[in-house]
């Protein structure tokens, strides 16, 4: 079956999709990025992920055409025929450059994509200490899903080439933050704790809508990598 992507509100074939190498996505990763959980056709907690798209824009100081996003991301789920998968959304500042700095003659490129859920196999998952720490608070607008997303990467190869599951990644001042593709969770004598917003953690979307659940009563804290290893369970 032939899938297509959304490229700046039009459908196109994915295998004939073009996009400019002039991009600033492309020269600098200036953009952002969302990726959305696909379930039985509907897309999980749009809103917030729309929230954060729009926190991002005014982070990084560009504008982009989102009133119909998720209309649009509904059309091509539809045209794809994607009941369980993964919808992604990308944002580059567009055309123009001075050097570093932005020429703003251009518009916004906005690319959404779906693609088939990845399976995790049910057995141990093992979790190691990445090299790389995550970018403090005031050097890059952490808070949202940004192009730059180098330490991430750098923490999966890592764990890729260790034989783990994933990468535990600590803040500068060597709190548990995340790990390379979640935030994360333990717990411990039936408490519940993850890391507070000083540990240069990015303010997940699930995050949020568990520690909105009162009945939880999660604590935000810092901690160190001695309480993982005290936990009862992570998650």
């Excluded at 369980?84 to 959404?112: A, F, W």
């Excluded at 969770?185 to 000083?198: A, E, G, Q």
Aim: glycine share 6%; charged share 25%; net charge positive.
């Amino acid at each position: 079956m032939k899938k297509f992507v959304l490229i700046n509100n039009k459908l196109t074939a994915e295998a004939q999709a073009k996009i400019s190498i002039n991009q600033r996505a492309c020269l600098f990763g200036d953009g952002i990025f969302e990726t959305c959980r696909i379930e039985n056709g509907f897309i999980y907690n749009f809103a917030a992920h729309h929230k954060r798209i729009e926190s991002g824009l005014k982070a990084l100081k560009f504008t982009a055409n989102i009133a119909n996003l998720e209309k649009e991301s509904y059309q091509l789920i539809k045209k794809n025929q994607i009941k369980n998968g993964i919808l992604r959304i990308s944002i580059s500042r567009g055309i123009g450059s001075s050097g570093y700095l932005p020429t703003y003659k251009s518009h916004s490129l906005i690319i959404v994509q779906t693609s088939q859920v990845r399976k995790i196999a049910s057995t141990k998952m093992i979790l190691g200490i990445g090299s790389t720490k995550k970018p403090p608070q005031n050097s890059l607008p952490i808070f949202c899903k940004t192009m730059q997303a180098l330490p991430y990467t750098l923490n999966k190869i890592e764990a890729q080439e260790k034989g783990w599951f994933d990468c535990v990644m600590l803040s500068q001042n060597n709190f548990i933050s995340e790990t390379s593709s979640a935030n994360i969770f333990w717990v411990k004598d039936d408490h519940i704790y993850t890391p507070s917003k000083d540990c240069d953690i990015l303010l997940g979307t699930i995050r949020d809508k568990l520690l909105s659940n009162k009945k939880l009563k999660i604590k935000s804290v810092k901690a160190s990598l001695s309480e993982l290893q005290k936990a009862d369970e992570i998650f």
